[in-house]
């Protein structure tokens, strides 16, 4: 069996991929935010304060036939940004592009944090790190992908993000047609809940790789490629209109620089990021400064590969063989 769902960027800045995810009986159509950096599938619902619920589309246990109270589990994250939700914990029937888990823990958020309220496109995260990151007490739950993955024709998934266009997630199967490029795999490191990889090198503008290896992890939910100042630099030194925004708290530059590209190394195979992807988008409604894709992670203490990475290639999440595949696109 395998599943296939299409994945729509969620503003022209592509801050997020909304992926349509069917809930319950009858179906409650959500939509929701994939995101490989965790391990909660969590909901706004009938239990979410309406006034924290306002402009998002909910799920509602109680029309459900098939849910179930998890009596006793209750959850509670926070994300590397701050941002926050808990709640309680029901099991109810989960449609991704066609395939279905039966009793999937979905966690009711009884209480969300302002980026939450105020992003009013999605009604919530499904988490596809990996099991060990799930925040459900006293029984952790399993991620709707791990509780598929034994039906799936192949315990693995793939995410095809692309600028401004639709694009998907696979399960159980891939699609090669999707890249240009052969598919190069590397180990993950599943053990901090996330999906951790080392890059063997980068380089600027299309010069030679260099042999600097980056440790990190491939993001699906966070928007920005984050990595250390001295990479961040090297890049932004071949960018003449470059400069530290304290109010945008990021690198910006003027809109209509011709910005370099950025390529790393990763399973044998390199990935190069074209300079387009890297301007991310004007830092208000017809400004001419920009926002930059590329940013430092140095006060996160952890590399993050996220959409403005992954929009570049057809990566596999391979959790049977615990490892990635990296294929340009
Ligand atoms: C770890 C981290 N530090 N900082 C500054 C950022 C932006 C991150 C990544 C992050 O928070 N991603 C996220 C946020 C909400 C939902 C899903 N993923």
């Known amino acids: 069996q395998t599943g296939s769902a299409n994945t729509n960027p969620s503003d022209s800045a592509d801050d997020e991929y909304i992926t349509s995810v069917s809930i319950g009986t009858p179906a409650q159509v959500l939509p929701l935010d994939f995101d490989t950096g965790s391990s909660d599938l969590w909901v706004f619902s ?3 304060p309406k006034s924290s619920a306002s402009g998002h589309v909910t799920y509602s246990p109680s029309k459900s036939s098939t849910a179930k109270k998890l009596s006793g589990s209750t959850w509670s994250i926070e994300y590397g940004d701050k941002s926050s939700s808990s709640g309680d914990v029901y099991t109810d029937v989960v449609t991704i592009g066609g395939f279905s888990v039966k009793t999937q823990a979905v966690e009711s958020a009884t209480k969300v944090s302002t980026q939450f309220v105020q992003d009013t496109v999605i009604s919530g995260l ?8 799930n925040q459900v007490s006293p029984r952790p739950q399993k991620t709707w992908f791990s509780n598929a993955a034994s039906s799936l024709a192949e315990p693995l998934f793939t995410a095809d993000l692309r600028h401004q266009e639709t694009g998907s997630y696979n399960f159980g199967f891939i699609d090669t047609s999707l890249a240009k490029g052969t598919i190069g795999y590397t180990p993950a490191d599943g053990s901090e809940g996330y999906w951790g990889f080392t890059a063997t090198g980068y380089s600027v503008g299309g010069a030679k790789l260099n042999r600097n290896s980056i440790t990190g992890i491939a993001d699906t939910g966070t928007t920005l490629l984050l990595l250390p100042d001295n990479i961040v630099d090297a890049y932004y030194n071949n960018v003449e209109s470059a400069q530290y925004d304290d109010s945008q708290e990021g690198v ?3 809109c209509d620089e011709d910005l ?18 890297l301007n991310l988008t004007p830092i208000e409604e017809g400004s001419s400064t920009c926002f930059g894709g590329l940013q430092s992670s140095s006060d996160i203490g952890i590399n993050i590969f996220g959409d403005v990475a992954l929009k570049a290639a057809l990566v596999v999440f391979d959790l049977g063989n615990e490892r990635l595949g990296w294929a340009q696109k």
């Open 46 to 48: 009938s239990e979410t």
């Open 126 to 133: 499904v988490g596809l790190g990996f099991d060990i990151g």
């Open 252 to 254: 910006v530059f003027d």
């Open 260 to 277: 370099p590209s950025f390529s790393f190394g990763v399973g044998g195979q390199t990935i190069t990021i074209s300079g387009d992807l």
